[in-house]
């Protein structure tokens, strides 16, 4: 995909190879993530002292990387979405002109904060090695959160892309079905049961491959350091789920910008 060329973007074999790609991010990331404690103190909001701040660490912490990534333009690119818009500075370098591909209302689309609970609540004690904390390893814990956060939400929200080429595809059908409000339509219009089982198996091997010393990989005992059927498990029930939340929230609104 090549952002200054639109109609790379909304062409579905190459949305699906990027898809495929974050994959692998998000895998090595919680891999990386498990071999930390759970480390509840880094979530709990205001249990270090922060000056002038009122939040957990982890919001703290992905403040400051979003500030600084906003003066590098992360932000301007259309598959980028912060969790803390209102912290955004200025960028340093030149603006880039996108061709317009997505909506004129993307941004307002954005799943982030349930991304960061089902994170914090659901991933986190999964993939942690064990629960508790680790003063030592807090800010190593902190920085591993948000290289997961960030991967798994420019996958979610990537469905936008997902709903726009399909709209484009058949803009008589979507027409009709987002003026009727007809959202179970919608959602089977963007629903593929094998694609998604084959997303799930898929996972599972990369989780074997990744996450196993190649010396112990035919051994009678492997030891993953993160189960890969956890992976999949996560990717079930909250990354496909709230990818097709995005996609239907995007096709509901795309008549605005006709």
């Known amino acids: ?63 400051q990387m979003e500030k600084t990534h906003s003066q590098i333009r992360r932000y301007e690119a259309p598959d980028e979405l912060p969790f803390f818009p209102s912290v ?4 340093l370098l030149p603006p880039v002109h996108y061709p317009k591909v997505l909506a004129s209302y993307t941004d307002e689309i954005n799943v982030n904060q349930e991304i960061l609970e ?47 080429a399909k709209y484009q595809a058949d803009k008589e059908l979507y027409n009709k079905l987002i003026i009727d409000k007809d959202i179970p339509k919608i959602e089977a219009s963007i629903t ?6 084959t997303i799930l198996v898929r996972l599972i091997e990369k989780g074997k491959s990744y996450g196993v010393d190649p010396s112990m990989k035919y051994s009678q005992n492997p030891q993953s350091k993160v189960e890969p059927e956890i992976i999949a ?24 910008d006709v």
């Not at 952002?3 to 579905?12: A, R």
């Not at 955004?88 to 960028?91: C, D, G, I, Q």
């Not at 609540?121 to 680790?134: H, L, N």
């Not at 097709?244 to 929230?249: L, Q, S």
Request: proline fraction near 5%; aromatic fraction near 12%.
């Open 88 to 91: 955004l500075l200025p960028s």
């Open 192 to 197: 593929n049961a094998a694609v998604e089982e």
């Open 1 to 63: 995909m090549d952002f200054m060329k639109p109609e790379t973007c909304l062409d579905l074999v190459n949305i699906r190879h990027a898809l495929i790609r974050m994959e692998d991010t998000i895998v090595f990331g919680l891999i990386e993530r498990s071999q930390f404690f759970s480390s509840p103190s880094v979530y709990e909001p205001n249990k270090f002292h922060i000056p002038e701040f009122d939040g957990s660490f982890l919001d703290w912490g992905l403040q």
């Open 118 to 164: 089902f994170y914090v609540k659901e991933i986190v004690p999964q993939v942690s090695c064990k629960a508790g904390d680790q003063l030592e390893n807090l800010g190593s814990v902190q920085v591993c959160d948000i290289d997961c956060l960030q991967a798994i939400s420019r996958r979610i929200h990537f469905g936008k892309f997902v709903a726009e």
């Open 233 to 256: 498990k996560l990717y079930k029930d909250y990354i496909i789920p709230l990818t097709k939340k995005v996609e239907v929230d995007y096709l509901l609104r795309r008549l605005e």
